[in-house]
């Protein structure tokens, strides 16, 4: 596609909810981020994907956050059973996975836990 | 370390220069970005500098790296409104057999009109 997109674009649920958020990276890009920004702060690192792969996971922040890439596309960041603080706008960002990184961001998914 | 920081709030009239600084500590970045977020949106990159360059103009932005003391700076010449955002640095560094990427918290820059 002609960007990266992200879905749903606000999800409000209740707390102890699993929630799904998907992202479809720009066509041939290899690489694919995760971030999570809260309210007034900064991009908190999540996961990157190279390919199918996840070589550096070391931004999720407990067991009840996951993530997965199928077929070099589609990623899904899954947090189970939900908590308040989890509320933040989830970033996906793609690039071509070479050695000038430019990612290119989706507009985020507005997660509001209740 | 990767810790990049930002003074998180500028505010400037519409028409003078801006000038957001950043400074970060690992010495083995090899590209430095500006990303521009508008409210509600994603990040937009704004332009980026090699390691080994000082200096890097397009049209009104001009970014300075001051390698040795690890200092970023983003000048946007003759502001206008629309330039009201949060602007944020970012360093890259060869990591785990890929290019990871740091970025600083944001700095929001307010125009007045």
């Known amino acids: 596609g002609a960007g990266v997109s992200q879905s749903p674009s606000n999800k409000v649920t209740e707390k102890g909810k699993d929630v799904e958020l998907r992202c479809d990276p720009i066509s041939g890009h290899t690489a694919l981020y995760w971030y999570r920004q809260r309210l007034g702060q900064g991009l908190e690192f999540l996961i990157y994907?190279?390919?199918?792969?996840?070589?550096?996971k070391s931004g999720l922040p407990s067991d009840r956050f996951s993530a997965e890439r199928t077929g070099e596309s589609v990623s899904t960041l899954t947090i189970q059973r939900t908590q308040q603080e989890d509320s933040a706008v989830y970033l996906c960002?793609?690039?071509?996975?070479?050695?000038?990184?430019?990612?290119?961001f989706g507009p985020g998914t507005r997660l509001l836990v209740l | 370390g990767e810790d990049v920081e930002q003074s998180l709030f500028l505010s400037v009239r519409e028409g003078d220069s801006s000038v957001i600084n950043c400074t970060y500590t690992d010495s083995s970045s090899t590209y430095l970005y500006w990303y521009k977020q508008e409210p509600g949106a994603g990040l937009q990159l704004l332009t980026y500098?090699?390691?080994?360059?000082d200096m890097k103009q397009d049209q009104r932005l001009t970014v300075l790296l001051n390698k040795k003391d690890k200092h970023l700076s983003l000048r946007i010449a003759d502001t206008q409104t629309g330039d009201s955002a949060i602007y944020f640095c970012?360093?890259?560094?060869?990591?785990?057999?890929?290019?990871?990427?740091?970025f600083g918290t944001g700095t929001k820059l307010q125009v007045i009109p």
């Open positions: 500098i090699f390691s080994n360059m």
């Open positions: 970012a360093e890259s560094r060869r990591s785990g057999g890929y290019q990871k990427v740091t």
């Open positions: 960002a793609s690039s071509l996975g070479g050695s000038q990184e430019t990612q290119y």
């Open positions: 994907f190279q390919g199918n792969s996840a070589p550096d």
